[in-house]
């Protein structure tokens, strides 16, 4: 599985970004996704994730960025996006795409994630 971000950028405090993540090489079928962020000298955190079934999906945020990221799907494209409105200096970081059991994403966790992108970096000024 390969999986590329993009969308990263330098921004104003209360703008807005999308980062895209694209994968490839196999089926997402079994697997959720998942936006974690590292900022420097920070461990990497979870920000959203999803999972989903054939009927249904649900989606899980970290509680600092509930309400103002949203990420979402297009099934077809093989793509997840996150939508991040209102961006704060603290929300400046390097952010990964990842894909994975369920698990770890409904712990919010990274442990456990299987796939990982290499990155795009997101960096909010006051």
């Known amino acids: 599985v390969q999986l590329v971000e993009s969308g990263g950028g330098l921004v104003q405090a209360g703008d807005s970004l999308r980062l895209s993540c694209t994968g490839s090489?196999?089926?997402?079928?079994?697997?959720?996704m998942a936006w974690f962020r590292q900022a420097s000298g920070k461990e990497r955190e979870f920000v959203a994730g999803?999972?989903?079934?054939?009927?249904?999906?649900?989606?899980i945020y970290a509680d600092s960025v509930d309400g103002h990221f949203t990420i979402s799907r297009d099934k077809a494209e093989n793509t997840v996006y996150l939508q991040m409105n209102s961006l704060k200096p603290e929300d400046t970081g390097v952010y990964y795409c990842?894909?994975?059991?369920?698990?770890?994403?409904?712990?919010?966790?990274?442990?456990?994630?299987?796939?990982w992108g290499k990155g795009t970096l997101v960096t909010v000024s006051a």
């Open positions: 999803m999972i989903w079934s054939s009927t249904a999906s649900s989606t």
């Open positions: 990842a894909a994975g059991p369920q698990i770890p994403i409904l712990r919010k966790t990274h442990e456990g994630m299987e796939y």
């Open positions: 090489g196999r089926p997402f079928t079994n697997l959720g």
